[in-house]
């Protein structure tokens, strides 16, 4: 690993945390909407995890600009992103931390929107915004991202306490789908015992949850992320092979064990939880999914499961799971005969 230091005196108010792996050709746009911010007071510290295209070679036009002030490559790939967010954030020394992802983007009012956040509520531990999901070429979809559920109340900007949120909308915790959405305090990564290193996909959803168990949240309606789905993307990789599911069940057992959330909602949450989770194990076909399923790690490890209301829940969910999947088997050939009708028409 390779580690080159730039001499900066003082503390900045933000370290931009740029974690890469074969983002070339969407790197020239996340650095320069990153330089480009309207808040200014920041540090970069860019973090290469054995990159095989030319990373290195697009970044070096941005090695002397003077907010970068670590540049770490990797000699191999770490395998994990997690890995690369918590040497970064090891590394920083901003009061708060962004982790840009290499292959999204932002609006120029970005860190300065959230950072007044932050400041205007002290016990905020985080602050996120609306996003737009933009296509490899930077198309944007008409769909908006976190407005699918409850729309009237992430149209407008809240601050709400983080118990509070994380009860109510456990679910990506509190519907924070991108990490380049979210700027956080230091002092509570610190606290949250940084990322799960172990984990290459819902180790985000995890930390936002912990970060709701210590801390308050703040939410800006404005969309000022551009969230990049592309096949190179590491969720639609661990999408098709079904470790994004296994990972999932593993923050769906962390989250349904929190005492200080009231057991209905968390019998909720439980069941919703399997609920999706049944759909896309249907994607993945029979074999792959009933292994992925009852795999150690997933929710139906009785071991992990201390409360009996809880135990009743995850047995309920044994016997409920073919329901959901029959359901789901037939409401597709309704959906193949329909179609099915219309080409006959």
Sequence with gaps: MN????NHSGQPTVSV???????????????????????RDFEV???DDASTDNSLEIFE??????????????????GSPFIQWNRGIREARGKYIW???SDD???????????????????????YCQSWVVSKAGQRPSVQRLSMNDRVRWSNDFFSPGLIELSRYPYYAGKILNASSVVCRSDCWNQIGLADESMSQSADWLCWAKFLLISDVCYSAERLNYYRVHDGNVTQKNRLTGKMILEDYKVINYISSIREIRWARRWAFVFRSHFVQ????????WKNGLKIYFSKHSSLNLALITNTKDRCVVIRMIILLPVFVFRSMLLKLQSLR???KLLES
């Design 3 to 6: 580690i080159l230091l730039k």
């Design 17 to 39: 945390i740029v974690p890469n792996y074969n983002h070339a050709r969407f790197l020239d746009q996340r650095m320069q909407t990153i330089f480009d911010q309207t808040w």
């Design 45 to 47: 510290i860019f973090l």
């Design 61 to 78: 036009k941005y090695r002397k600009n003077p907010h970068v002030s670590k540049i770490i490559v990797n000699n191999t790939n770490s």
């Design 99 to 101: 982790i840009a992802e």
């Design 105 to 127: 983007y932002s609006a120029p009012e970005f860190l300065e929107t959230m950072i007044k956040k932050l400041e205007a509520n002290s016990t905020a531990g985080l602050a």
């Design 278 to 285: 049944s759909y896309k194990l249907l994607e993945l076909g």
């Design 338 to 340: 329909s179609d099915k």
